[in-house]
């Protein structure tokens, strides 16, 4: 059993909340409006705590979920507390016409915050492909992961292996520019090709 601390309250950070509850972890939860991260914790039950926003998180696995639009000020707050941390950025920073992203080109929002976070933390990009609804269905979903920390890769593999999915290692932090365009295009198909947002990406090998 591990703590697994969530920084966000909202629809995303529940979904993923729920899925680490039920597979025994305890999670912490964060969030600006602390009236929201107690509100989440008290649903969650399952010795779900909550933290104050800002200080040293009790997880060594920091889940960042909040918009990418308030990503760059939630690690600003958090600081040095986010030394020695593995941060799973889970965002997809998306125009809100949705006619591309707003990252500098030749990057991405996970290699932005990572330029933000101190030395010692590592950034994996995960969850981004999953829509959050799907994922609290349950069920063995695919789940695309990119890092350039080694270690870390292999711990979130680890954790999101015991969440029930199958961890999918797409290389290095520069592949979070690939993936943050596949959760554009997922947002495309499910507001036209497949015309429903109950689908998940999945691989078929062999």
Not at 157 to 178: H, I, K, N
């Amino acid at each position: 059993m591990s703590t697994i601390s969530i920084i966000g309250a909202g629809s995303m950070a529940a979904a993923i909340a729920g899925r680490i509850a039920k597979a025994g972890h305890i999670v912490e939860v964060a969030s600006r409006a602390p009236d929201k991260a107690q509100a989440l914790a008290d649903r969650l039950g399952a010795g779900a705590t909550t933290a104050k926003y800002g200080t040293t998180p009790a997880g060594d696995i920091v889940i960042l979920a909040v918009p990418y639009t308030g990503a760059a000020t939630a690690v600003a707050d958090y600081g040095d507390a986010l030394d020695g941390k593995v941060v799973i950025d889970i965002t997809n920073p998306v125009a809100p016409d949705l006619s591309g992203l707003v990252t500098p080109h030749g990057s991405s929002g996970a290699q932005e915050i990572a330029k933000s976070l101190p030395a010692g933390a590592h950034v994996v990009k995960a969850f981004n492909t999953i829509f959050g609804h799907v994922l609290a269905k349950g069920g063995r979903l695919d789940a695309f992961i990119a890092a350039d920390d080694a270690q870390a890769k292999a711990r979130i593999s680890t954790f999101l292996e015991s969440l029930g999915l199958r961890p999918l290692d797409v290389g290095g932090l520069r592949m979070a520019q690939t993936l943050e365009a596949l959760g554009l295009m997922m947002i495309g198909l499910a507001q036209n090709g497949a015309g429903t947002w109950d689908f998940a990406m999945k691989v078929d090998i062999g």
